[in-house]
């Protein structure tokens, strides 16, 4: 599997962004969808995950009620929308797939594919 991100870009706090990530290679239908981040100097860290199915996700407390994941598997696609950024959104955000949905324990170890990556900078 072949991860693409897309959609980054520089937003001034409070704004929203929508970032892609399109799958080839394989269909993306059968895997646990999830972002990542990584901001300079950090370690990286959990965002968020989606279910196969799309109906059950599953969220960062840093990013709840502001950012949303949903996927279009007839695309092979997945979606996150980001409203209300912050600063401390500031990373490079990374796609990743997973044939296991993890529940609420997402490390960056147990990922299968990951994608390039795409800057998100939110200025103050």
């Known amino acids: 599997v072949q991860l693409q991100a897309s959609g980054g870009g520089v937003v001034q706090a409070g704004g929203s962004l929508r970032l892609s990530c399109a799958a080839s290679?394989?269909?993306?239908?059968?895997?646990?969808m999830g972002w990542f981040r990584q901001a300079p100097g950090k370690e990286r860290e959990f965002v968020a995950a989606i279910r196969w199915s799309g109906d059950t996700t599953y969220y960062a407390d840093g990013v709840k009620g502001r950012f949303t994941f949903s996927r279009d598997n007839a695309r092979n696609t997945v979606y996150l929308q980001m409203n209300s950024l912050k600063p401390e959104d500031t990373a490079v955000y990374y796609c990743?797939?997973?044939?296991?949905?993890?529940?609420?324990?997402?490390?960056?170890?147990?990922?299968?594919?990951w994608g390039k990556g795409t800057q998100v900078t939110v200025s103050s």
């Open positions: 990743v797939a997973a044939r296991v949905w993890y529940g609420n324990r997402w490390s960056r170890r147990d990922m299968e594919y």
């Open positions: 290679g394989r269909t993306l239908s059968s895997y646990a």
